[in-house]
């Protein structure tokens, strides 16, 4: 591949997208958009991990920045939280990924999380630090960026009033 740049440089290609040399195609931005993407705010999503898959948390998060775009009326660039490394066996897990989160929440201009936070270890200790470290946050309500919320909370967190007795039980 880097012959190729190579030879493309020797020629003074400089249309990369429909030369026939070209294996690897540059974009050249102007200076405008340039700064627009410099000066672009960066937006850090908080949202639940545990008993979901990769691909419903990723869905999770677009929906959010979306969310987010609208409440700043302007396009976000988006900080991946998403977190695939493995932490080293010995550690405590959860608390690893939340340590590799708050190094990412460190570049955020905007942080979005859900509103029930307090059900979600990782995501309160996010919000937190966020609005401690006057991060400008915003909430939504899970329910409008997770599907199945309810049945999700209830399979990770078993209500204790399931096991309380009714008012006709206790007759």
């Avoid at 440089?9 to 429909?18: P, S």
Wanted: glycine share 4%.
């Amino acid at each position: 591949m880097s012959n190729n740049l190579e030879y493309m440089r020797e020629h003074n290609c400089k249309h990369l997208k429909n030369c026939s040399h070209a294996s690897v195609v540059e974009y050249q931005y102007s200076d405008d958009k340039k700064e627009r993407m410099n000066n672009m705010k960066k937006l850090f999503v908080s949202v639940p991990m545990k008993g979901r898959t990769e691909k419903e948390i990723k869905e999770s998060i677009q929906k959010m920045k979306k969310i987010a775009e609208i409440y700043e009326g302007e396009e976000l660039e988006l900080i991946d939280s998403y977190i695939e490394d493995n932490p080293p066996k010995s550690n405590n897990q959860a608390v690893w990924y939340l340590g590799e989160s708050l190094k990412k929440l460190a570049q955020a201009d905007v942080f979005i999380g859900i509103r029930e936070a307090y059900d979600w270890n990782g995501c309160f200790i996010e919000k937190e630090t966020a609005s401690k470290y006057r991060i400008k946050c915003y909430e939504v309500s899970a329910k409008y960026v997770i599907d199945g919320y309810d049945a999700l909370l209830r399979k990770l967190h078993p209500v204790c009033c399931d096991e309380m007795p009714t008012k006709e039980e206790s007759k």
